[in-house]
């Protein structure tokens, strides 16, 4: 029996995501530098997300102003609510987190995105599973792993795998020896990956009434700017720490600022309406290996055991989902298939493109 293959649609949404993710690597990387020299996290996320806002609020204006789209009150609100928990509490958790542990296990962690993005989308009835089905069967297995690959991130470290010669090593030596320390970390970065992931589902939501993509990320990094200096002037008065020099704490905010929280919350929110909010989470490995690498050569940080198998436990959680997902939608479209489509299909061997529907991965299939 022939395996049809389905096309992958137009190649611009996964070039986006590679974009975005070799960005991501980046941010992780040089904000574990910038913490481990002393800036504080709160300060550090202030900056980044001002600097994003005044990059993309006049840009949203000038190249979206023939766009007519209706802002409601209603819709402003939820826009300023789901920043405050998807990006303001969700980034600020991320950045206390990576300095209880290290940039390996931040990427690592971010692998558990789709299980609790499935999760949530099964509590809002934004998605079916048939436990009586493999594929069914599958997601809910993707769940447990998920939980799995994240206990053993937190509570298994292990060995140091010596790959290279670490020169800074010394620097981190008690914190790296802090269990308290590093566990706290773990699930702070966790929590901050489930709230992350509720957001991706309602921000699907809220761009079906609002679909204006630039203006909806540039109120969103309005907000959250807003958000993150009230958090800021509230743990941190020592005005030396808000200071910025011509260094990495500078060279980390701008980066940050405009291609983290400008240009990512973008492309995220561009390749969530064409190919779903699960779309964006099937390439965070390729930011684990990334990040990986670096940390290891350019920050110094040891390889441990238990961060690479929990990371490897995560990313077979996520292609877990993704896969059930994948055969559901081919299901699903061989099901609507005329019976002399489906006879060509067979008896060709073509290539089988998926409905268009199925290109959102969380609407229900039946």
């Not at 020169?167 to 929590?191: A, P, Q």
């Not at 939501?205 to 200096?229: D, E, G, N, R, V």
């Not at 800021?232 to 720490?241: G, K, L, M, P, T």
Request: aromatic share 12%; net charge positive; proline share 3%.
């Amino acid at each position: 029996m022939k395996i049809k293959m389905w096309k992958m649609g137009e190649p611009k949404p996964y070039l986006a995501m590679f974009v975005v993710q070799l960005i991501y690597s980046g941010l992780t990387l040089l904000s574990k530098a910038v913490f481990n020299r002393g800036m504080n996290t709160f300060v550090f996320i202030f900056y980044r997300q001002v600097i994003g806002a005044v990059i993309l609020v006049p840009l949203a204006f000038i190249l979206q102003k023939e766009v007519s789209v209706s802002l409601s009150f209603s819709t402003f609100c939820k826009i300023f609510v789901s920043s405050f928990f998807g990006v303001t509490l969700s980034l600020n958790m991320q950045a206390i987190a990576l300095v209880y542990t290290s940039a390996t296990l931040a990427a690592a962690i971010v692998n558990s995105l789709p299980a609790s993005t499935f999760f949530f989308a099964v509590l809002l009835r934004m998605e079916k599973v048939n436990i009586r089905t493999k594929c069914g069967v599958t997601k809910i297995a993707s769940v447990f792993l998920c939980l799995v690959g994240v206990a053993t991130l937190a509570f298994y470290k292990g060995p140091q795998l010596r790959i290279a010669h670490h020169h800074y090593y010394n620097h981190h030596e008690d914190h790296f020896s802090s269990t308290k320390r590093w566990v706290l970390g773990s699930l702070l970065l966790f929590l901050s990956v489930i709230i992350w992931s509720l957001w991706l589902v309602i921000q699907a939501q809220i761009l079906k009434s609002y679909p204006a993509k630039l203006k909806f990320t540039s109120l969103q990094c309005l907000s959250s700017s807003i958000q993150s200096f009230c958090i800021a002037i509230a743990f941190e008065r020592d005005i030396e720490q808000w200071k910025l020099g011509w260094d990495m704490k500078l060279l980390a905010v701008v980066y940050c600022g405009t291609l983290v929280t400008g240009l990512i919350y973008y492309l995220q929110a561009w390749a969530i309406q064409k190919r779903g909010p699960v779309f964006p989470a099937m390439w965070n490995p390729l930011s684990f290996v990334i990040a990986t690498t670096g940390s290891i050569f350019l920050l110094g940080e040891p390889l441990r055991l238990g961060s690479v198998l929990g990371g490897i436990v995560l990313i077979i959680s996520l292609y877990s989902v993704l896969w059930a997902k994948s055969k559901e939608e081919v299901s699903h479209h061989q099901n609507c298939l005329p019976i002399k489509e489906c006879a060509e299909v067979k008896t060709e061997g073509s290539s089988m493109e998926p409905h268009s529907n199925t290109n959102d991965l969380f609407k229900n299939v039946h």
